[in-house]
């Protein structure tokens, strides 16, 4: 499984970016795919996952300013980030699960293959 991270950049506070990740090569269609993000100085955390059924979980600092979604036919999960504040600052990483779990799951441990992440800056 290959993952391709693409739409960070720089953005003001209260403005939005999105994130897409295409996943090739993905041979189980049920595979959880997830966002993370790593701040510098900090360790990886979960921001949000989506099952291939369209169940969700975010972070609770992000709920209600991102929305996580996937096309299944072009195995994409997309990151729509509105509202953005600097501490949104971090390189953000696409992931697919290991397995084809039934819920969304936000353990990085459960995560087996990992995009090269791409950069979000979020200027006050």
């Known amino acids: 499984v290959q993952l391709q991270a693409s739409g960070g950049g720089l953005a003001q506070a209260g403005n939005a970016l999105r994130l897409s990740c295409a996943a090739s090569?993905?041979?189980?269609?049920?595979?959880?795919l997830g966002w993370f993000r790593q701040a510098p100085g900090k360790g990886r955390e979960f921001v949000a996952a989506?099952?291939?059924?369209?169940?969700?979980i975010y972070k609770d600092s992000v709920e209600g300013r991102f929305t996580i979604s996937r096309d299944n036919a072009k195995n994409t999960v997309y990151l729509q980030m509105n509202m953005l504040k600097p501490e949104d600052t971090a390189i953000y990483y696409c992931?697919?699960?290991?397995?084809?779990?039934?819920?969304?799951?936000?353990?990085?441990?459960?995560?087996?293959?990992w995009g090269q992440g791409t950069q979000v800056t979020v200027s006050s």
């Open positions: 090569r993905l041979t189980d269609s049920r595979t959880v």
């Open positions: 989506i099952t291939s059924g369209a169940k969700i």
């Open positions: 992931a697919a699960a290991k397995y084809g779990y039934d819920r969304p799951v936000r353990s990085p441990a459960l995560y087996g293959y």
